[in-house]
């Protein structure tokens, strides 16, 4: 079954639509704006709680750091583990 498999796939080329030869550069294009835009939400969120802090004297309001940090955890894990993925297929 494997020997037919691979005449198979020597006579049948795979066609893809146009444009998917980039579709690895795109995505990461995209995971890095993303990861940049969650650094600069970040550094934001951080700054407004300790802007909050010195003028009311306690440390109030941190989750939303909280939230984009876990947010940026998950896109590192999930791009870490699409390009496992392509390494190994």
Known sequence: MNQLHTQLAAVV???????????????????????FGLFIAFLVSIG???FAAL??????????????????????????IFTTFAAIG
């Open 13 to 35: 080329p795979m066609v893809l639509p146009p444009g998917m030869d980039k579709l690895t550069i795109i995505g990461a294009w995209i995971t890095g704006l993303v990861a």
């Open 48 to 50: 407004q709680t300790g």
């Open 55 to 80: 003028r009311r004297g306690q440390f109030e309001g941190g989750q939303a750091s909280v939230i984009i940090l876990v947010c940026a955890i998950g896109l590192g894990a999930s791009s870490a």
